[in-house]
């Protein structure tokens, strides 16, 4: 028997055979992803029009859709329609809220996180009482919220920001508490100060769980500014989706829950996108 040349060899080897296995098309994995989904919309759609669901209490996706439709681009009808062309302006009040409530939490959650995880006086002193407070629901600040800001944005963005800032300052805490000795003991050698410790070595090492936190503070803020526009504020997605159910709207209560969760959906992509930019460093490690 004749010995195989170098390229039968290569032409039957394992990784050759991987890398001739064909793509899978993404019209494939589109439908895969989609698949789950579109099944429950279908035995939604058929339960309401053979009527083994009543409309009053979860209207069809149709009727959702029609809804939503009027709410988003009909006109105001003379006023009979309250929600009629309302939700672009909705979407705006709650993402601004969220954005201000957010990024003070940011301000506040990440240098301190990282000072707590670096530094045991500073964990010493403040540690215990962010662990304290932590467990508190958001809805128990509604009442302190309320009494101090009163029927107002501020007190919505208060609570947003508090909501945020516990898994913020949690994680950057995690981050800054797991950094690789080897790098700090190597800056130390080549004279680097406290302050170059800290922004060239701790924060870029703690970045990963800073990101985490970040994306977990922002589902929360999601789910604060809904709270709080139920009965702190006067406008924005949460005060439409407690004022519809109270009128018997759950096509637009429907709908609503299906904006706050694609609204909620693109920002965290975003977040994504940033912690791909800043992480570029550590992929291409």
């Given at each position: 028997m004749s010995e195989l040349t170098a390229s039968e060899i290569a032409a039957v080897s394992p990784r050759s055979a991987v890398l001739r296995l064909p793509s899978v098309r993404p019209a494939l994995l589109l439908l895969q992803t989609l698949a789950v989904p579109l099944a429950i919309l279908l035995i939604w759609e058929l339960s309401g029009r053979l009527g083994w669901i009543a409309r009053g209490i979860l209207p069809s996706p149709s009727a959702v859709a029609q809804g939503w439709?009027?709410?988003?681009?009909?006109?105001?009808?003379?006023?009979?329609?309250?929600?009629?062309?309302?939700?672009?302006?909705?979407?705006a009040f709650s993402t601004k809220r969220v954005s201000q409530g957010y990024g003070l939490a940011i301000l506040v959650g990440v240098p301190l996180g990282v000072l707590i995880g670096w530094s045991p006086v500073v964990a010493r002193l403040v540690d215990p009482t962010v662990q304290a407070l932590r467990p508190v629901p958001i809805t128990a600040w509604l009442p302190f919220s309320i009494a101090i800001f009163g029927i107002s944005a501020f007190g919505a963005i208060f609570l947003i920001a508090l909501g945020a800032f516990y898994p913020i300052v949690v994680?950057?805490?995690?981050?800054?508490?797991?950094?690789?000795?080897?790098?700090?003991?190597?800056?130390?050698?080549?004279?680097?100060?406290?302050?170059?410790?800290?922004?060239?070595?701790?924060?870029?090492?703690?970045?990963?769980?800073?990101?985490?936190?970040?994306?977990?503070?922002?589902?929360?803020?999601?789910?604060?500014?809904?709270?709080?526009?139920?009965?702190?504020?006067?406008?924005?997605?949460?005060?439409?989706?407690?004022?519809?159910?109270?009128?018997?709207?759950?096509?637009?209560?429907?709908?609503?829950?299906?904006?706050?969760?694609?609204?909620?959906?693109l920002s965290d992509q975003l977040i994504l996108l940033l912690a791909a930019r800043l992480l570029r460093w550590k992929q291409q490690r």
């Open positions: 439709w009027q709410w988003a681009f009909g006109h105001d009808a003379m006023g009979l329609n309250a929600y009629s062309g309302t939700w672009l302006a909705n979407v994680n950057s805490a995690h981050g800054a508490r797991d950094v690789n000795r080897n790098l700090v003991r190597a800056a130390s050698m080549m004279g680097a100060s406290p302050i170059q410790m800290l922004l060239r070595v701790v924060l870029p090492s703690a970045l990963p769980s800073i990101c985490t936190g970040l994306r977990i503070g922002l589902g929360i803020a999601w789910t604060a500014v809904i709270v709080a526009e139920m009965i702190a504020v006067k406008s924005g997605l949460g005060y439409v989706l407690w004022d519809a159910y109270y009128i018997g709207r759950m096509d637009v209560v429907i709908a609503d829950m299906v904006s706050i969760g694609l609204v909620g959906f």
